[in-house]
C-alpha cells in the first residue's frame, strides 16, 4: 500500500457521547473501598478523528476457478470475494457476504464457489457463490459453527467442518445436499478435539481432520484423520502414525483418482501419502523448518504444496524420500489457496499478495490486490503503539504506519498477526507476533520493513503483551500456548537475538495475559484458554535474575486481563471487567500483598479490557468505552464512548506527551484530556 492522504488531524469529533444510566450504581466487591460510580469528565476531551485504523485487503482462502482466484477477505465487515483474474493481474469482480468475518472455507464445483465463514454461529455460515452472474446465495447454519473447511464430492454434496465452542461431542462432520436443502450432521468421531480444519470428499467417502490447535493441552485430542464411508456412515480412524503426535490435521485433498494427500501443524509438519481405495499410506514424511503446510497441487508425478513458514513452495517427486524446497515467491505468512493453470502455480497469502509460480522456469510474479483493485477497508485492529508522530496499528498481514505530520499511512508487512507492540524512547517498535512469528522490530529511518529480531519456541506462538522495563532495559512479554496450553513469562535484551522463556510460570494451565513493569520486578496474571481449570493468578518475578518472588490465586472467578504499576500500587482488570489494586509494599519475600481495593466495572467494559498509566493518570480500555481511575478509590470516569472493533480486546496507547490513541469503531482516534 502507498502512502495514502488522509482526514485532517483536526478533525474533531465529540466523543464522550451519552451515558445510559447502566454506567451508574455500580457497586465496589469484597474488602477495601468501594468504587465510585462512573461520572462525566468535567471537561468533553478532545477527540480527533485520524482515519482507518489498519485499512487493507486481508484473506483467508483462494479457490482457483477458470483463470481467476476467488479470494475470501479476513476481519473485513462485510466480508467479502474478490476475484482475481491471473492473465491481467487485476481484481475484477467483489461479493460481498451478508453474515461472518473470515471466509476460511472454500471449494469450487461445476464453475461455483461453496464458501463458509467464522463468526455467524446463529445465522448463515455456508454459502454458495456463482461467478457467471454474481449471485451469493445462503444455504445453511453449520450448528455453532465457525465453518474452517468445505469440500464438495463429484455429485455435488457439500461437506463442512470447524470450531464449535464448547460442544461436548467435539468439531462435527456436516453434509449440505443441494438437491434437498437439508444440512446433516454425518460425524462427530473426535469429542476431545478442539475443531475441526480440514475436508475433503469423493464419490465413496468424507474424510475429516481435526486437533486441537486452539484452546489446546489438558488432554485435548491431537492430530486425527477419519475415513466416513458415504454409503453407510461407518467411520474408521486412518490417522497415519507418523502424523498421530502433530497438533492437527490441517488440510486434506485428493490429488486424481489415486492419491489422497494429507498434511498436519506440527514440530515439524508432516505430509502423508494415501491410497484411497485402502488408505494405507504410500509415503510419510516430515516438512523440514515449517510449522504447517497448507495446500497440494498435482502435476503428472509431481506433487506441490506450500508451507506458512518462509513462502516456500516445496516440490515432492512421488517416489522420492524426501520433498525440496522449490522456491520463496511470497515473504513469509500463511498460504490461503493453491491453483494450477498447465504448468503455472498461483496461490496468496494472508497479507493481500497474490503470486504465481512457473513450474517449468521457477519465474515468479507477485501482485498487491489493493493495488490491483481489491478494497482496502478497515480491518479488525490488532494493537496500538504510538510515539514521535507516528502511530502504529496492528492487523492481519501488516502494520499501518499512521505519520501524523506528513499526513500520510504506509502499509508495513507483518506475517501474522502483531498481537501488542511498543515504542521505545529511541523510537524501535518491537512486535509480539502471532502465530509463531516471536519478537520483530521495525526502526524508522533504518529498516525499510519490519524485520523477525528473535524466535520463540513453537508452541509459545500467541503473544499476548508487550512491556518495556526500563529500569532493566528488557522487554517482557506474556505468551499463550494455543497447543499445549499453558503459556510463557518471556524476557529479551534488545540486539541479543537470544530471548529467555519461563514456560508455564504460572503452572501448565495458565497462559499470561498479564504483564506489567516496576520496582525493579515483572508482574504477571494468568489466564486459561479452556473453559475450565485455574486462572486468575498473580506472580512477582525478578526479570534478571529469572525466579518468581511471590505468587498468589484469586477469588475473582475471571483471569487478569492487563496489570499496570502505578506509584507503590499494583493495579490489575479481571477479563470479565472487575478492577482491582494491591498496596507493593506489604509485599514480601515469598508472601504477596493483599489486594485491598476492588471495583466492579463491568456495566461499562467488555471482555479482555486493558490498563495504561500516562504522564501520572491511570486509563482504562475496553471495546466499549476508553475511561480514566480514580488511583486511590477506583472510581471510573468515562472519557469517550468508543464501541470499537477489535480482534481479541481492545487497546490503548500514549505517546510522550499523554495523547491517547485507540480506535473507535475502526476508526484511529486521538485523545487529548482538556
Wanted: proline share 6%; net charge neutral.
Amino acid at each position: 500500500m502507498t502512502p495514502t492522504a488522509r482526514p485532517s488531524r483536526r478533525r474533531l469529533l465529540l466523543g464522550a457521547g451519552s451515558l445510559t444510566a447502566a454506567l451508574t450504581g455500580l457497586a465496589g466487591l469484597g474488602s477495601g473501598a468501594a468504587a465510585a460510580a462512573p461520572r462525566r469528565p468535567s471537561g468533553t476531551p478532545e477527540v480527533t478523528g485520524l482515519g482507518p485504523g489498519n485499512a487493507d485487503f486481508p484473506l483467508m482462502s483462494a479457490t482457483l476457478i477458470g483463470e481467476t482466484l476467488w479470494i475470501g477477505s479476513r476481519n473485513l465487515a462485510p466480508a467479502k470475494v474478490v476475484g482475481h483474474h491471473l492473465p491481467t493481474g487485476r481484481v475484477t469482480a467483489t461479493a460481498v457476504l451478508p453474515t461472518g468475518n473470515f471466509v476460511q472455507g472454500s471449494a469450487a464445483h461445476e464453475g461455483a464457489l461453496y464458501l463458509g465463514v467464522t463468526d455467524a454461529p446463529k445465522a448463515v455460515n455456508l454459502y454458495r457463490f456463482d461467478p457467471a452472474d454474481g449471485g451469493v446465495r445462503g444455504l445453511a447454519n453449520v450448528p455453532g459453527a465457525d465453518v474452517r473447511d468445505v469440500a464438495v464430492a463429484p455429485d455435488g454434496v457439500v461437506f463442512a467442518t470447524g470450531r464449535q465452542k464448547g460442544r461436548a461431542a467435539g468439531p462435527g462432520l456436516y453434509a449440505y445436499d443441494p438437491a434437498t436443502g437439508v444440512l446433516a450432521e454425518v460425524a462427530s468421531p473426535a469429542p476431545g478435539a478442539t475443531q475441526g480444519r480440514a475436508v475433503e470428499a469423493t464419490a465413496t467417502h468424507a474424510y475429516l481432520g481435526v486437533g486441537s490447535n486452539l484452546a489446546g493441552g489438558g488432554g485435548a485430542t491431537l492430530a486425527s484423520l477419519f475415513a466416513v464411508e458415504r454409503a453407510t456412515g461407518e467411520v474408521t480412524d486412518i490417522t497415519p502414525p507418523e502424523l498421530a503426535a502433530d497438533t492437527i490435521v490441517r488440510q486434506i485433498t485428493a490429488l486424481g483418482e489415486d492419491l489422497l494427500a494429507v498434511s498436519t501443524e506440527g514440530r515439524p509438519a508432516h505430509v502423508a501419502l494415501l491410497d484411497p481405495a485402502t488408505h494405507a499410506v504410500l509415503r510419510s514424511f516430515p516438512v523440514p523448518g515449517t510449522k504447517s503446510v497448507t495446500n497440494f497441487q498435482r502435476l503428472g508425478d509431481t506433487v506441490w504444496f506450500t508451507s506458512t513458514e518462509h513462502g516456500t513452495v516445496w516440490r515432492y517427486r512421488l517416489g522420492a524420500e524426501a520433498p525440496e524446497a522449490f522456491a520463496v515467491p511470497v515473504p513469509d505468512g500463511n498460504s490461503w489457496g493453491l491453483g494450477r493453470i498447465g504448468d503455472t502455480l498461483a496461490g496468496v497469502t494472508e497479507g493481500g499478495t497474490a503470486w504465481t509460480l512457473s513450474t517449468a522456469t521457477g519465474a515468479v510474479t507477485t501482485t498487491d490486490l489493493v493495488a490491483a483493485g481489491a478494497p482496502a477497508e478497515a480491518q479488525l485492529g490488532m494493537s496500538v503503539a504510538a510515539r514521535y508522530g507516528r502511530v502504529y496499528v496492528g492487523g492481519n498481514g501488516s502494520v499501518a504506519l499512521h505519520d501524523l505530520g506528513a499526513g500520510t499511512v504506509r502499509k508495513l508487512p507483518v506475517p501474522g498477526e502483531a498481537k501488542d507492540t511498543v515504542v521505545l524512547d529511541d523510537g524501535t517498535l518491537y512486535l509480539g507476533v502471532y502465530s509463531s512469528q516471536g519478537i520483530w522490530r521495525y526502526r524508522p529511518g533504518v529498516d525499510e520493513v519490519p524485520v523477525q529480531e528473535a524466535k520463540l519456541p513453537q508452541d509459545q506462538n500467541r503473544p499476548q503483551t508487550v512491556r518495556w522495563d526500563e529500569e532493566h532495559r528488557l522487554l517482557l512479554l506474556g505468551v499463550q500456548a494455543d497447543t499445549t496450553g499453558g503459556g510463557s513469562f518471556v524476557t529479551y535484551r534488545p540486539g541479543s537475538g537470544r530471548p529467555t522463556v519461563h514456560v508455564d510460570p504460572l503452572g501448565p494451565e495458565q497462559l499470561v495475559r498479564a504483564v506489567a513493569a516496576g520496582h525493579g520486578q515483572a508482574f504477571l496474571g494468568g489466564d486459561n484458554a479452556r473453559a475450565t481449570g485455574p486462572r486468575g493468578d498473580l506472580a512477582a518475578w525478578d526479570p534478571v535474575a529469572g525466579r518468581e518472588l511471590w505468587r498468589t490465586a484469586t477469588d475473582f472467578g475471571s483471569g487478569v486481563s492487563s496489570l499496570a504499576v502505578h506509584g507503590h500500587r499494583l493495579f490489575g482488570i479481571t477479563v470479565n471487567g472487575q478492577a482491582f489494586a494491591a498496596d507493593l509494599r506489604t509485599a514480601r519475600r515469598g508472601r504477596a500483598p493483599e489486594i485491598g481495593t476492588r471495583a466492579d466495572l463491568r456495566a461499562i467494559t467488555s471482555a479482555n479490557p486493558r490498563l495504561l498509566v500516562a504522564r501520572g493518570r491511570l486509563y482504562g480500555i475496553s471495546e466499549r468505552t476508553l475511561f480514566r481511575l480514580d488511583p486511590v478509590t477506583l472510581a471510573a470516569t468515562v472519557l469517550v464512548q468508543v464501541d470499537a472493533e477489535w480482534y481479541s480486546g481492545a487497546r490503548l496507547a500514549a505517546d510522550e506527551d499523554g495523547v491517547l490513541y485507540t480506535l473507535r469503531g475502526r476508526e484511529l482516534i486521538a485523545v487529548r484530556e482538556r
